[in-house]
């Protein structure tokens, strides 16, 4: 497989659209404009920590002293525990933090830049393929995505009705599982490369 569906496929998982989805889709709307400026600023931050991310791996790497192994094997275990809410609870986060969106100044940073778009699992991707796969192409590929999961997430509304919530909440674990599997390969990867 070549790196740019595969890149798609882990970003795609580490940043779990329709987990972070299903978390908005569970607190109160926001009013239309206050929501997409708050989705626009924190897709902006999201899309500039990944960009660092993925183009800094490398003094990154040296600053720590650790290798490219090392590594995949430590995004690995993030990456697993990345994927345990999204596949217990069909979310990104609980509604108690997505209720904070709408609660002041920090709305940006927290959480939605981080942890619901620039998620802990899609920093720690951008820094082992950045390694992997270039850093221009996991850039790209990183902010595409984020870009992908604003519009999205500012769409409109999220589905209320049950059915709605219930396929929304079945992709939700299903990208979980995804990423779960993602995970389980890069420590396997990084153990034999050690």
Do not use: K, Y
């Amino acid at each position: 497989m070549s790196e740019l569906p595969l890149l798609l496929i882990v970003f795609w998982a580490a940043l779990n659209p329709p987990a972070s989805a299903a978390s908005l889709a569970s607190v109160e709307p926001l009013a239309e404009g206050r929501r997409d400026g708050l989705l626009a600023a924190a897709g902006g931050l999201a899309a500039v920590l990944l960009l660092l991310t993925a183009v800094l791996h490398g003094p990154l790497l040296d600053l720590l002293d650790v290798s490219a192994a090392s590594v995949d094997i430590a995004a690995g275990i993030v990456m697993v525990a990345g994927a345990a809410r999204p596949l217990l609870r069909g979310r990104a986060i609980e509604e108690a933090i997505a209720g904070a969106a709408g609660d002041g100044g920090r709305t940006v940073l927290a959480p939605l830049a981080v942890p619901l778009l620039a998620t802990p699992a899609a920093l720690v991707a951008a820094v082992s393929w950045g390694e992997r796969a270039g850093e221009a192409q996991t850039a790209v590929v990183a902010v595409a995505l984020v870009a992908l999961t604003v519009l999205w997430l500012a769409r409109g509304p999220q589905p209320r009705s049950r059915a709605g919530r219930a396929a929304l909440d079945a992709l939700a674990r299903l990208t979980g599982a995804l990423l779960a599997v993602l995970a389980v390969g890069l420590v396997v990867h990084g153990i034999l490369a050690v």
